[in-house]
């Protein structure tokens, strides 16, 4: 389907030999029409259908995969994503996190029995990290941090999150999100995080 929505595209650009029409609206076109009808079949918004799959990590007994699955609302704009979780075994997929806006970037505990993740659900375009508890299903926000997370993961004992974060206003690097490219000199993180405790420390 894509190769032919693809070739319906070109088509229409390389055959055009007027000088553009700056007043026209291709949106009362019947192209339009047709490759709107084409994507609407595909993405299905509004279904709540998980319609494509990123950022995937495979748990620690690597039979499971969590993930950001995309749900399309609308066919502009960038679809919010939550996190999924597919079972390796047969192929089941389940949305474990509910928004709204952007839950991403989900990253196993070593005893694989909690995710932490990113969303920016209390401001939107600024991700905080969260932690889900996989058997009851409740995700609870962590400390809170006056910049962009660039990146982070679990220390091996799974007490700890080590993460990397930038002051707000530096440059965008597109990285896992971030929103710059500032580390520590030896590239080790700049904050870690104790689970359970409320506060984070920078390193030292």
């Known amino acids: 389907m894509f190769v032919e929505f693809s070739a319906r595209i070109t088509c229409a650009c390389s055959t055009r030999t007027n000088p553009v029409n ?5 949106r009362s076109s019947a192209t339009y029409a047709e490759i709107e009808g084409y994507a ?3 993405w299905m918004p509004g279904s709540g259908v998980v319609r494509d799959l990123s950022e995937l990590a495979v748990s620690p007994e690597g039979r499971r995969v ?3 699955g995309a749900m399309v609302d609308k066919l502009f704009g960038t679809p919010p994503t939550r996190i999924c979780i597919v079972d ?9 996190t509910f928004g709204p806006h952007t839950d991403r970037l989900p990253k196993w505990s070593p005893d694989g029995r909690q995710l932490a ?10 991700s905080q990290p969260y932690l889900l508890d996989l058997e009851s299903g409740a995700a609870r926000a962590l400390p809170r941090f006056q910049g962009w997370i660039e990146h ?9 999150l080590m993460l990397s974060v930038a002051g707000v206003g530096a440059d965008l690097s597109g990285i896992q999100g971030g929103v710059a490219t500032k580390q520590a000199p030896d590239g080790r993180p ?4 104790e689970i359970g405790r409320a506060s984070c420390r920078e390193r030292v």
Request: proline fraction near 7%; charge should be negative; aromatic fraction near 14%.
């Open 190 to 193: 700049s904050c870690y995080m």
């Open 40 to 42: 609407k079949a595909w």
């Open 22 to 26: 700056r007043d026209f609206d291709p």
């Open 117 to 126: 993740f990113l969303s920016d659900r209390e401001t939107p375009g600024r």
């Open 152 to 160: 982070y993961d679990w220390h091996p004992d799974g007490r700890v």
């Open 66 to 68: 969590a993930c950001a």
């Open 88 to 96: 390796l075994d047969n192929g089941a997929l389940r949305v474990v």
